[in-house]
Structures are given as structure tokens and as C-alpha cells.
């Protein structure tokens, strides 16, 4: 039996089934999530579905259900677009008979008992494995299913600027539009903003060369009081205002937060896989894109130097 249909007998084998994600949800994080809950309460309507986790200003119009310890018995946790323990929202999710993992990015888990692991990097976004998925399984896709699960596929992408495998993500791209999502009034709700709030993002305009021209911005807690913005739209928000340089072929952006005691990196590249470095510091995501929660300062000195290494080595094997 392939991964796929092994899935499918567990979704219809429990009754009772709670979805998570990662926290500090991106959209490709509430998109997989949200969507998989949709089709779910569409195609098993007997079924008792809930979806957990934080919610940001990322989350659209999703909402989250407010369940106890108790509901946890005898249900199946689905946990779409993470693998690693300190990034799932909520976590309860060992309270639950079963684990199924659904994840597009290289990590592997460490998560204990998981009946099923997912993994797909060849897969764009977690929100295109679920497409995928539901065409395999001939689900029935609502309207609203189609738009959070086309917002995922959009927005994880870069609006199909990241790709892995084009020709498949551009092909579950228009099987999920033929449920007519809802794109004009989602790409209001990512891509504009307040007057006010795109004033404010001058204060990060600038930034800091390494010698090798690793772009870097570092967000100290000042910073984010002074401007007024939350911490998801500074953090992951903020780190493609250094995008599209030519000399530049790394980006990151830290930015502190007091709350958890950690330093949060986010990093991009154009052409140069730099994975391996977020996942040496505790982090992952993809090649091109991905991140770390980082101790300290110093811990953020160390990464550049990485970088820069990683640049050095590019530069070599080009020549």
C-alpha cells in the first residue's frame, strides 16, 4: 500500500480527527491546515473535526477550535507543513491514538510514535500536497477549501517564484482553481496594506554587508516597539526588502524575541542551498528559503560567517 492510500484508510478510520500546524502559521501553514479541515467536514460530514494552534495576522479568516485534553482520546492528529516538536502549535498532539505528519520540507521529525510520515520536498508547499492528495482521494472541494489551499500554494511559492518542481505545482495550481477559490478578495487580504503600516516599513530599508555581501538586518526589541508592527510582519515580513540585488545572493533578517529568550533568522538565497546551514543551527525549511531560532547575538555572527563561507564555495565552483 503507498503512503497516499495509507493516509486515506487512516482518515477514515477514526471518527475523531484534530489538525496542527507550526506556530507563528504562515499561510501555507493555516492554508494546509485549514484547507485539509474543509475537505475533511465536506467529504465526512459524520466525522468530528477540529483545527488548533495560534493565530496571526496571517490567518485570513481561519479560526481555531477551543477543545480540552479530553477530546484528544481515541482521535487521529494529522499535523500539515512541520515535523519538528518545538515548532508544532499546541502541544497536546501526543495526547492523541495516532500521528500522520504531511511536510515539504527536508527536516526529518522528531516526533515520537508517528504512525505515518509524509515527506515530500519535491512538493512547493504543504497546501500542494493536500491538493494533491485530495485529487487522488476524488474529494469533493468547496469553494472555501480551494481558496485557502490556492492561498498556501501561492504565498509559499513567492507567487510561483520558488519552485521545486514547476510542471507539477503549476499542474495541482490549475486543479485547485477549477473550484473557483476566491482570488481576488485573498490577494487584497496578502498583498495590500495601510497607508500607514507601508510608511513604516522604511524603517527597514536598510541594511548590513558582510564581506562576501550577505545582506543582513538585525531587529532588536526597540526597533519592533518603535514601529508599531507585530512580530510575524517584521520578522518573516521584512527579510525580501533586501531581495533582488545582483551583488547580493544571500538575505537574512533577525529579529529578537523577548518572549521566548531566542534570536529568530530568517534566511533566503538566489541559486546557492543554504538549508544546511539553518538546519546546523536547529532550524530548516527549504534550499532557498528557510530559517533559525538562534540563542543569542553571537549565535547570529556565527551564521554570517557561514554564509559567507557559502558564498566563497559558490564563487569557487563557478569558476
Known amino acids: 500500500m503507498n503512503i497516499k492510500k495509507e493516509i486515506l484508510k487512516k482518515i477514515e478510520e477514526y471518527n475523531k480527527i484534530i489538525i ?3 506556530s507563528r502559521p ?3 501553514a493555516i492554508g494546509s491546515q485549514y484547507g485539509l479541515y474543509l475537505l475533511l467536514k465536506e467529504n465526512y460530514p459524520q466525522k468530528e473535526v477540529y483545527v488548533v494552534g ?7 479568516k481561519a479560526q481555531m477550535d477551543e477543545i480540552s485534553d479530553d477530546m484528544y482520546k481515541d482521535a487521529l492528529v494529522i499535523i500539515t507543513d512541520v515535523s519538528v516538536t518545538r515548532m508544532i ?3 497536546r498532539y501526543p495526547l492523541g491514538k495516532e500521528i500522520v505528519i504531511i511536510d515539504h520540507h527536508q527536516n526529518d521529525t522528531d516526533v515520537e510514535n508517528v504512525s505515518i510520515f509524509y515527506k515530500d520536498p519535491t512538493f512547493a508547499s504543504a497546501a500542494e500536497m493536500i491538493v494533491d492528495l485530495a485529487r487522488e482521494f476524488e474529494f469533493k472541494i468547496t469553494q472555501e477549501a480551494a481558496t485557502y489551499l490556492y492561498g498556501g500554494m501561492v504565498t509559499d511559492t513567492g507567487r510561483f517564484l520558488y ?3 514547476p510542471s507539477k505545482t503549476f499542474e495541482l495550481a490549475s486543479y485547485i482553481t477549477s473550484f473557483n477559490p476566491d482570488i481576488q478578495p485573498f490577494y487584497d487580504f496578502i498583498y495590500t496594506e495601510p497607508l500607514q503600516k507601508r510608511k513604516t516599513k522604511q524603517i527597514f530599508q536598510n541594511f548590513e554587508l558582510t564581506d562576501h555581501n550577505v545582506a543582513y538586518r538585525k531587529n532588536d526589541q526597540k526597533v ?3 514601529s508599531g508592527l507585530d512580530f510575524h510582519s517584521i520578522s518573516r515580513g521584512m527579510v525580501n526588502q533586501m531581495a533582488g540585488i545582483i551583488e547580493v545572493p544571500i538575505w537574512a533578517n533577525f529579529t529578537e524575541d523577548v518572549e521566548h529568550n531566542v534570536i529568530v533568522g530568517e534566511f533566503r538565497s538566489r541559486g546557492i542551498v543554504i538549508v544546511d546551514i539553518a538546519k546546523k543551527y ?4 527549504h534550499n532557498h528559503a528557510c530559517g533559525a531560532s538562534l540563542k543569542d547575538w553571537n549565535e547570529v555572527e556565527d551564521i554570517l560567517k557561514d554564509f559567507d563561507e557559502r558564498v566563497v564555495e559558490n564563487e569557487k565552483n563557478i569558476k
Not at 54 to 60: T, V, W
Not at 282 to 285: A, E, P, S, T, V
Open 20 to 22: 496542527h500546524r507550526h
Open 26 to 28: 504562515d499561510m501555507d
Open 54 to 60: 495560534d493565530l496571526n495576522q496571517m490567518s485570513y
Open 89 to 91: 502549535s499546541d502541544d
Open 163 to 165: 519552485l521545486n518542481n
Open 224 to 226: 519592533i516597539e518603535e
Open 282 to 285: 536547529g532550524g530548516g525549511g
